[in-house]
């Protein structure tokens, strides 16, 4: 009994040593929360106080000069901070099946198709970009963008002035798109 004891604490400090196969990931020390976490409402401290947040990244391979790498994560940033306040989103789903049948086989024949397109308009003032980062490892820019409360309460504003123009060109477009999804395949 005593050996037995021996050999199950032996046998349970090798699998505890070789340690699974895990790996430790190593993360940069110097990357910013903001760049992980996303846009949003986030409290501030006494002097900044709450504020709306946009973060947009900006990969290298899309964007191969710092310039333009720059430029699109500001502007994907303030596109986060614009989604926040309204999207406007239509969707389509497509279904087709049919089943034919021998009374002992059966063959199903299936067709789904699905369509969602967003769409954000939206002028932002007093919209900053506070802060930039580029990860070495992914190569990308990431950049943050920050609106304080008082800035929002003008959004809201505007967000009631949506030219009837904007609204149709918006209409006409999504409309155009789900034309092109809702007709048929060729079905032989």
Same mark, same amino acid.
């Given at each position: ?7 199950? &604490? ?9 340690? %699974? ?9 110097? +990357? ?16 900044? %106080?709450?504020?709306? =947040? ?18 699109? $994560?500001?502007? /994907? ?18 279904? =087709? ?16 198709? !699905? ?15 506070? *802060?930039?980062? =580029? *990860? +070495?490892?992914?190569?990308?820019? =990431?950049?943050?963008?920050?609106? *304080? ?9 505007? &967000? ?12 006409? /477009? $999504?409309? $155009? $798109? ?7 395949? /060729? !079905?032989?």
């Amino acid at each position: 009994m005593k050996i037995s004891k021996i050999v199950l &604490l032996i046998i349970m400090l090798i699998v505890v040593s070789c340690g %699974g196969g895990q790996k430790t990931v190593q993360t940069d020390p110097d +990357r910013p929360d903001w760049a992980d976490r996303g846009g949003g409402a986030f409290p501030g401290d006494a002097a900044t %106080g709450t504020a709306f =947040y946009g973060v947009g990244p900006a990969d290298a391979v899309s964007h191969p000069t710092t310039t333009s790498r720059r430029t699109a $994560a500001d502007l /994907n940033a303030r596109a986060d901070l614009a989604r926040s306040f309204q999207t406007k989103i239509e969707e389509l789903v497509k279904a =087709y099946e049919r089943v034919v049948s021998d009374g002992e086989m059966a063959n199903v024949e299936s067709f789904h198709q !699905q369509a969602t397109t967003g769409f954000t308009s939206l002028t932002l003032v007093g919209a900053a970009i506070i *802060d930039r980062y =580029y *990860d +070495r490892d992914e190569k990308t820019q =990431y950049s943050l963008c920050r609106m *304080d409360v008082e800035s929002f309460k003008d959004q809201l504003k505007q &967000l009631n002035n949506l030219a009837e123009e904007v609204e149709q060109i918006i209409i006409e /477009n $999504a409309d $155009a $798109a789900f034309d092109e999804l809702t007709k048929m395949p /060729n !079905q032989q």
